[in-house]
């Protein structure tokens, strides 16, 4: 179903300049090459490895039902996480993005970006936080970009009925909204791809 694909596509950080991983065991991808206006002398290439599901646990800012999902593994070592290394603060180290999904249906619960600190102490401090249903973070052209689908009463949790994006920059110390949009799925067809008259027969 096109509505599944969409649903799936919107878990999978794009962007060029950009280290994705799945799980905690997966292996990191190669970066492509700089992004044009990247706000950061920050390269992919001085990314290090964080353990992001201790992250999350240690993060007073992540709320309780996300923790509760992180506290055994959907399979294996396998957690529903997902981690991107990307520049977008215009910090000297590669920011870390954090989705966090359900383990039966894939389903976003929680969108994280955690900034490296500078000076002694160190770590990483959280910046932006969405604990929505249905969120996914994303890299697009250097900045942060968000969305979130949208269900009608009557929609089942594998076809939403739209999706919400919201784009993000770094200004001031802190991630500023700007330009969103909304964008409304096609009802053409019905579960199977076969198009429907409104009687529940082929037309």
């Known amino acids: ?33 700089p992004v ?18 201790q992250l999350l646990k240690d993060d007073p800012e992540v709320g309780a039902f996300v923790k509760k999902s992180l506290g055994k593994p959907c399979a294996a070592d396998e957690y529903p996480v997902e981690v ?15 989705n966090v999904m359900t383990c039966a249906d894939s389903v976003g619960i929680g969108s ?47 076809c939403p009925s739209g999706e919400d994006v919201m784009p993000y920059r770094w200004e001031g110390g802190r991630f500023v909204e700007h330009n969103g949009y909304h964008t409304d799925y096609s009802k053409t067809t019905v579960e199977g791809g076969t198009p429907d008259d409104g009687n529940g027969t082929e037309g």
């Open 1 to 33: 179903m096109a509505a599944v694909g969409l649903l799936l596509a919107g878990c999978n950080p794009g962007g060029e300049g950009v280290r994705s991983e799945g799980s905690a065991s997966s292996t990191p991808v190669p970066p492509k090459g």
């Open 36 to 53: 044009s206006g990247t706000p950061s002398p920050a390269s992919t290439a001085d990314y290090k490895k964080v353990d992001a599901v």
């Open 84 to 98: 991107t290394y990307a520049s977008l603060t215009g910090g000297k180290a590669p920011d870390v993005i954090v």
């Open 112 to 158: 994280y970006v955690f900034r490296k600190r500078g000076g002694a102490k160190g770590g990483y401090e959280n910046v932006y936080t969405n604990e929505q249903p249905s969120v996914s973070a994303a890299v697009n052209k250097g900045e942060l970009e968000v969305s979130k689908q949208t269900y009608d009463a009557d929609d089942k949790v594998c």
